[in-house]
């Protein structure tokens, strides 16, 4: 019996894959999309919160501000209701009309960026936003995951020691990144309990993250149009590069195999995990972790979504075509 839902994003359940070709490979799969508002971000979203309060960096009056592209706005939205603060979300206007929908209904103030930066994203344009807010609200605190350190430390403590306790020998785990909080503190756990641990970051064509060419992209959730400062302290051995289309099938593959009906960047992470251990035929045994960041109903209009889909596909063969 819990007091309320918002209290248990914890404990989320391990699945191992059985992939073909992949048979002395262990992979398994951490359900993050269980969380209690349906993603990975519950986890920041209530550790940053809880900690600011106590160490009253904020109160009850401070006005909290984040930039987000669909998740962490949920989450912070429902922490925030549930704590009583006020909060404004900068989103744009490439979130799925599901994550708009869900944020909205929490009521927070939303500020819509709909112009594209010159990397041909947004997430310049809503940082830009962001720091307008800033300047003209008093007692107002910018959350920016892409930089708090308490972002790192909210997957240090809660989702690493998860992966750690219940994988009884870590050799790998993938990640997708985006704002870079997740990786960075799952890998300084991971590290720190397996040191021989290899952290294998996967970002999508498209994202300047890595060292990419930044190019126009429509799946939220996985890579940036910027390097986000808290990489800097993130413990990754290898990187690899997804494109979006590959993304759409291994989100289409997890659903049709694995009955796991999960967002766009599980499908990243998947693909990752295929090609890595595909190309390293020499690796005869090993267990390999990855989580499912968010929910599948969040792309029903777009990944999950028959019209979207043969759009993004004239438009990926185009663009192919083009380069």
């Known amino acids: ?51 600011l309060l106590r160490q009253r960096e904020i109160n009850q009056d401070t006005v909290l501000i984040e930039s987000t592209s669909g998740n962490f706005g949920i989450a912070l939205s429902a922490y925030c209701r549930y704590y009583g603060l006020k909060f404004h979300c900068v989103i744009d206007s490439n979130i799925s009309s599901e994550n708009e929908m869900l944020i909205r209904m929490m009521d927070p103030t939303v500020h819509k960026v709909t112009e594209r930066d010159a990397t041909g994203g947004y997430l310049l344009n809503r940082i830009k936003k962001v720091c307008e807010l800033k300047e003209s609200i008093p007692n107002s605190y910018w959350v920016n995951q892409y930089q708090n350190p308490y972002n790192a430390e909210a997957y240090y403590q809660t989702l ?12 790998y785990v993938f990640l997708g990144v985006s704002s870079g909080g997740t990786i960075t503190g799952v890998s300084q756990k991971v590290k720190e309990r397996f040191p021989n641990a290899k952290i294998v970051a996967v970002d999508i064509v498209g994202s300047v993250i890595f060292g990419g060419q930044p190019r126009k992209r429509f799946i939220p959730g996985i890579g940036s149009s910027m390097i986000p400062n808290i990489l800097s302290s993130a413990k990754i051995d290898e990187v690899v590069m ?16 694995h009955s796991l009906f999960a967002g766009g960047s599980s499908g990243s992470v998947y693909a990752a995990i295929k090609q890595y251990f595909t190309d390293n035929k020499s690796i005869r045994s090993a267990n390999a972790v990855f989580i499912l960041a968010d929910r599948g109903e969040r792309y029903m209009n777009t990944i999950y979504n028959h019209n979207w889909v043969r759009n993004f596909e004239e438009n990926h063969l185009e663009q192919e075509i083009k380069a």
């Open 1 to 51: 019996m819990i007091e309320h839902i918002l209290h248990t994003p914890s404990n989320t359940p391990v699945v191992r894959l059985k992939m073909e070709g992949l048979e002395h490979i262990q992979v398994l799969a951490k359900l993050e999309y269980m969380n209690p508002t349906g993603s990975v971000k519950d986890r920041a979203a209530s550790f940053l919160i809880e900690k």
């Open 242 to 257: 997804i494109d979006e289309w590959t993304t759409i099938a291994m989100c289409h593959e997890l659903y049709l195999k």
């Open 160 to 171: 690493g020691n998860e992966i750690c306790d219940t994988v009884d020998s870590v050799d």
